[in-house]
């Protein structure tokens, strides 16, 4: 692609930091609550209980929070673990207990008018579906966070089952092994071998491209050199 | 597994409004704090860490009212009297939380019988209720007499068994309601003439055996009211005491009761003026005088064991006049210890507070008083100025930790690079001159190597010299003196700004603070914007950053100038701005000493520039036709581009109305600056190219319906040409709210809402390419370009709701984006933009697979290996800042809000850097092996060679 050099014609600078707009974004950090809801409408309580197995709860409890609908609503545990998240009006919520350390399972609880409370998976994508959950919640951690990619380290076994490296060596092997396994001197074979060789050559008129190459290249000096140690196992096998 | 070690984190928790000292085991190393950004935290005495903080959620349904700590219990008023919490503060967790009746919070405090504490009672504007510390269930809740009348303010209890409401009613009498505390029966109740008193709270406090001491607000005499009697109110003229209230001064009291079982000391202080304070005891009901203290900053009561003194910070030199020191800092104050009960000065008890010359007045005194081995009381005073810094000091004066609870609240940074050293300047300095002929090139050349070989065999030395000290000694500390810039730019100042006005310098290696600066008359609701003037490339001229600070309310603004390197105003004289400000802008024309221009449009769109000189308004005059700007006015949907003209005056040029009764402005993003685009376009699956519509004056507005009902409400985005008003394209997204938060780079916006319909978060992108030719390849012009852009977008569902977003930015652009995200949760997720990109293919082709496009899925996911941030929450993100390092594959990254976080990110690995645990061992063996491989076999040959000749 072409290096282009940009210059535009139009000086223009445009930040708007101090313009009114950015008051706006200032101010206003959350949504308003009052979208579904009505301001003095009964206020109801979600409850539950967050467990991590085979840690005491002190260890982790002071680091926890429960978050409801990001942090529009937000409660802590209790030092036995369980939570109850107050003053929660009527509405659909995802409840999750957030820990640096462990993982929770969001729940999503709908709260009816009249205060009935129902948990269910969340389906972001289905959002009516509904697989029910126990209520009061009963939130179970599923392991520690995973933070880490596991770094790759050096071994044999990657070395070898590296392409690049298979290639190299595969073909190696062929050409090593495979005069040893294939006894040359069976004149049945050769005859097979030849024939073959023939197929995969279809115009012995043309002369081999890598032979040209290296007669190209090593033309002034001794031709004997290059006849000999040049790679191959079907010139060998045409001297004899 | 080595996690990164660019790793920065700092926990804070806001400025102090509660502050108790754990006192219940002797040794304990804790102090409770409670915030004004809602959060209780402990911290440790020794070190000034956190044990522990609990965040609550912002804005006044978080706001902590009140905090009581008894024993291992420490119990929250919390959302203006909506709950009461008890939290447990060894661990840091709930005991419980209650939900209390509605009615706005006065007063709390801790009821105890028999010098056991077992209730708190808490008054509301109309009941009063009692609730168990245990397990916070109530005893019993009464709604309070004739409350239309009266204004109860304060409850009272000295352990006998009784429950003192106070009320008034202003400026005719108090009333006194009294309640059992076994049943809330009431016991008594009466009203006492008090025509001079209507704050309870701030003029009254409880001495002694239950002798409600009043001081009225002119200043003239005490009035006292025996509780237990309740017979009348006694007046003592603060003549007959000779004391004497500083003119337009209202007095306040300041009482102490050390244990809520029993009854308050029956000394107190009274504030005379704001350096003159006065002791005072109360003796079988007679006030008498104790001490006098001329000139007291701050006093303070604390009691240890059976042990009470009293906390008296004073300036140091005590002739000090009135008027000097409220012009000028006393910058060494003093604390001493009195006995509370004599109101003799205890020996050796001299604390010397060093203060900050940069710094604020202090504000606040916290003393924790501990008894020593031979029975004296030794103490420790935290001390809080109004800048919202703790120190914490030891006698006789030694600081034990500083905490600057003001950057619990930043509100705008830049990175700054860090200057050259003396060194690398002359080599600099060495291309930059124009030729002066062959030989002294030569000449020059030869003396910066050798000034570097010097330098190198220096460093080599150092090494050496180090290697041989024991590690612990070897201390790398970051001084302002021996900053200079690192190999690739990796280390740079971060100057912070803050919402109190304080001014931070911050190594962002170290994460030290190199500098501070407290501006002292910053309207407390002031709007912030810090532009860099003048980089450190210029040598020998200072760097230069410059603060724009607005009061929101009048619009008027001032201009601090300084040094962002050392801190230091600068000695340039800032141009006085009596006209509210508009806009202000930078542009890249720079003045003969380098100082980029900077426009400020006032209200009546006149232009001035800062700095104004000559060259300047020439430079401007030539260049005024082709410098445009925009204004936004949210509040009449207004959006409006100037151009300049040569006098310096404005012509509008453009404007678009959007209906304010509709919708709302929320946000106006233009592209950074500094950003950079590598590539004009991309390669598709075809070999043809797509280009990029890369305009570099294109704003992304975005806008919230005014109908909040969630069937009719929506948010929209237009793409607007800041130069010609020309909208590019316009998208509306129906049953969505806000908040929004917009992404504007290169030729893509990305932007992030809340779906009604659906109850998720949704992520929307928008891609511009100009088609598969480019309309004029050298240069951009808005006012010459006549096809419209190809519009793509694509939207995914979010699991989580974002706190802000910003991208990626590196030196050159050649590496790929992603998008830095805040979650609630306290991660930083960075998502490759890749997963964002509107040509994802719902079915995969040939095509689609060699452009690499990833197949759409309709949910992004959240993979906390993806966390920048790994287990380091970060709190309440506001803002993400990004900065280029010198290597083009990091990207800094500094994400604020109540915690500051630093790090770096390699959005695409760092393929410009070895990998930290590189294999040299391995690389080397495999080489030399190679090596002897190749002489053996030539060896070999050699011999074969030979042995053919001779057959």
Redesign the interface.
């Known amino acids: ?2 290096q ?23 101010v ?5 609550a ?3 809801t009505q301001p003095n409408g009964d ?1 109801f ?1 979600i409850e539950g209980r967050a467990i991590v197995p085979g840690i005491k ?2 260890d982790w ?3 926890a ?1 429960v ?1 409801v ?6 409660g ?4 036995d673990g369980s ?2 998240v ?2 929660v009006p009527s509405g ?1 919520y995802v409840v ?1 207990v ?1 820990t ?2 462990y ?1 929770f399972e ?1 729940v999503r609880v709908d709260i009816t008018t009249k205060g009935k409370m129902r948990a269910r998976l ?1 389906n ?2 289905k ?1 009516s579906e509904v697989i029910r959950q126990p209520y009061p919640l009963q939130i179970r951690a599923s392991g520690p ?7 790759e380290t ?1 071994g044999w076994t990657d070395f070898l089952m590296n392409p690049m490296v298979m290639m190299m060596v595969l073909p190696l092997l062929i050409i090593v092994l495979l005069p040893k396994v294939v006894n040359t001197n069976d004149p049945e074979m050769r005859k097979e071998m030849e024939q073959s060789m023939n197929m995969l050559n279809p115009n012995p008129e043309l002369p081999d491209v890598s032979e040209l190459m290296t007669k190209l290249f090593s033309g002034s000096k001794g031709s004997s050199k290059a006849g ?1 140690s040049s790679k191959g196992t079907r010139p060998a096998a045409k001297r004899r | ?3 990164d070690l660019f790793i920065l984190r700092q926990q804070y928790v806001g400025k102090v409004r509660f502050s108790h000292f754990d006192t219940h085991v002797q040794s304990s190393k804790k102090v409770l704090v409670a915030t004004e950004r809602n959060v209780f935290a402990a911290l440790n005495t020794r070190t000034g860490e956190l044990f ?1 903080r ?6 006044s ?2 706001n902590i009212d009140a905090l009581l700590q008894h024993g291992q219990d420490a119990v929250l008023v919390v ?1 203006n009297g ?2 009461l ?1 008890s939290w ?1 503060i060894n ?7 209650v ?1 209390l009746d509605s009615g706005s919070f006065q007063s709390a405090c801790l009821v105890g019988q028999q010098d056991m504490v077992k209730h708190v009672a808490v008054l509301k504007k109309t009941a009063i209720s009692v609730h168990y510390l245990s397990n916070g269930h109530q005893k019993w809740i009464e709604n309070l007499p004739e409350t239309e009348t009266v204004d109860y303010q304060a409850v009272y209890s000295d352990g006998n068994g009784e429950v003192y409401v106070l009320g008034v009613v202003p400026h005719s009498h108090i009333a006194i309601v009294v309640y059992s505390m076994e049943d809330g029966e009431i016991i008594k109740q009466m009203s006492v003439e008090a025509p001079w008193l209507y704050n309870i709270q701030a003029s009254c406090v409880v001495v002694g055996q239950g002798m409600l001491t009043c001081v009225d607000s002119a200043g003239v005499s005490f009035y006292m009211l025996d509780l237990h009697l309740q017979l009348q109110m006694t007046q003592v003229p603060l003549q007959s005491l000779a004391l004497e209230v500083d003119p337009g001064f209202h007095p306040v009291l300041l009482s102490h009761q050390p244990n809520p079982a029993r009854q308050p000391l029956s000394e107190f202080f009274l504030q005379l003026g704001p350096d003159h304070y006065q002791l005072l005891q109360l003796n079988n009901g007679q006030i008498a005088a104790m001490r006098d203290f001329k000139p007291a900053l701050l006093v303070s009561f604390a009691t240890t064991g059976e042990k009470t003194v009293a906390a008296v910070m004073s300036p140091k030199n005590k002739t000090v006049s009135k008027c000097e020191i409220e012009r000028s800092l006393p910058s060494r104050p003093v604390v001493n210890l009195f006995s509370a009960e004599t109101g003799r000065r205890l020996l050796d008890t001299t604390l010397i507070v060093n203060m900050d010359p940069n710094g604020g007045k202090p504000e606040k005194l916290y003393v924790q008083a501990f008894l020593k081995k031979d029975d004296s009381v030794g103490y420790r005073a935290m001390v809080q100025t109004e800048d919202h810094t703790l120190t914490f000091i030891q006698q006789p004066g030694r600081v034990m930790w500083t905490r600057e609870e003001a950057l619990s609240d930043v509100v ?1 940074m830049e990175m700054v690079d860090l200057p050259l050293t003396g060194t690398q300047a002359e080599l600099e300095g060495e291309f930059g001159k124009k030729a002066d002929g062959l030989m002294s090139m030569v000449m020059k050349r030869l003396s910066s190597q050798l000034i570097l070989l010097q330098a190198w065999i220096g460093h080599l030395w150092k090494l050496f010299y180090d290697a041989r000290k024991p590690r612990s000694q070897v201390k790398n500390d970051v001084t302002i003196e021996n900053l200079s810039r690192d190999e690739f730019n990796l280390q740079k100042m971060m100057v912070m700004v803050t919402a109190s006005g304080k001014l931070f310098g911050i190594d962002s290696k170290t994460g030290g603070i190199l500098w501070r600066h407290y501006l002292h008359n910053v309207p407390p609701n002031a ?1 912030f ?1 810090l532009m860099v003037q003048r980089t450190t490339a210029h040598f020998p001229h200072p760097p230069q950053c410059t603060l ?1 600070i ?1 009061d ?1 309310d009048t619009g008027l ?1 001032t201009l601090h100038v300084f040094n962002p390197i050392f801190g230091k105003k600068s000695h340039v004289t800032p141009p006085a701005l009596p006209q509210p ?8 024309l720079m003045d003969q000493d380098y100082a980029k221009v900077l426009l400020l449009v006032d209200d009546q769109y006149k232009v001035s520039a800062f700095p104004s000189t000559k060259n300047v308004l020439q430079q401007l005059q030539e ?1 005024a036709a ?10 009449q949907g207004r959006l409006s581009g100037y151009r300049l003209r040569t006098d310096l005056s404005t012509e509008q040029i453009w404007e678009v109305i959007i209906p304010p009764e509709v919708q ?5 993003k ?1 592209k950074r ?1 500094n950003e950079h685009v590598h ?3 991309r390669v598709m699956g075809d070999r043809s ?1 797509l280009y990029k519509y ?1 305009n ?2 294109l ?1 992304a507005v975005v806008t919230e319906s005014t109908d ?3 069937e009719r ?1 929506f948010i929209g985005i237009l793409l607007i040409d ?2 010609t008003g020309r909208i590019i394209h316009e998208a509306i997204q129906r049953k969505a ?3 929004v938060h917009v992404v504007h780079s290169e030729n893509w916006v990305v932007y992030e809402y ?1 779906s ?1 319909k ?3 978060n949704e992520f929307s992108v928008i891609e511009l390419y100009e088609g598969m030719e480019l309309y004029n ?7 010459d370009r006549p096809h419209a852009p190809q519009v793509l977008q694509q939207s995914y ?1 979010f ?3 974002i ?1 802000t977003m910003e991208a990626t930015l590196t030196e050159k652009g050649i590496t790929s984006r992603h998008l830095l995200i805040g979650l ?3 991660g930083i997720l960075s998502l490759p933009k890749m997963f964002l990109d509107p040509r994802r293919p719902e079915i995969v082709s040939e095509q689609s697979r060699e452009e690499n496009l990833i197949p759409y899925a ?2 992004l996911l959240i993979r ?2 993806w ?1 920048i941030n ?4 970060v709190s ?1 993100v506001r803002g993400i800042y990004t900065a280029p390092s010198g290597l083009e594959s990091t990207c800094l990254v500094v994400a604020y809000g109540l915690d500051i976080y630093q790090t770096r990110v390699y959005p695409s690995k760092q393929f410009d850097v070895l990998k930290d ?1 590189y ?1 040299y061992m ?1 690389i080397s063996s495999v080489l030399f092996a190679l090596f002897f491989a190749t002489m053996i076999s030539k060896r070999l040959a050699e011999v074969k060679l030979l042995n ?1 000749a001779w057959r």
């Open positions: 692609m072409l282009r050099e940009r210059i535009p014609l139009q000086l223009i600078f445009l930040q708007a930091a101090l313009v009114v707009a950015w008051c706006f974004t200032d206003e950090t959350g949504p308003g009052g979208v579904s206020r309580k709860t002190q409890v002071s680091t929070r978050l609908e990001g942090e529009e609503y937000v802590f545990l209790r030092t939570f109850a107050n003053d659909s999750e957030v640096p350390t993982r969001p969340v972001y994508i959002t966070h995973s933070y880490f990619m596991k770094r050096w000999s | 597994m080595i996690a522990w609990h965040v609550d959620k912002t804005g349904e978080g959302g909506r709950l919490r447990e661990v840091g967790g709930l005991n419980w939380e939900v705008t709007a914007k724009l607005k929101k603004g400000i508009l806009q202000s802008l930078m542009l890249p260049m082709s410098i445009f700007f925009y204004l936004v006015d949210s509040s709302k402005i929320v946000s106006v233009g600056p590539s004009q376009g190219v890369l570099p004056n704003l909040l009902h969630q409400s800041g130069v709210r806000g908040p809340w009604t659906s109850r998720r390849s050298t240069v951009f012009s808005s006012l569902i699991p989580s709701s706190s609630p949760s306290g309709p949910e906390t290996e966390f790994y287990n380091q929450t309440r645990d294999d391995l053919r």
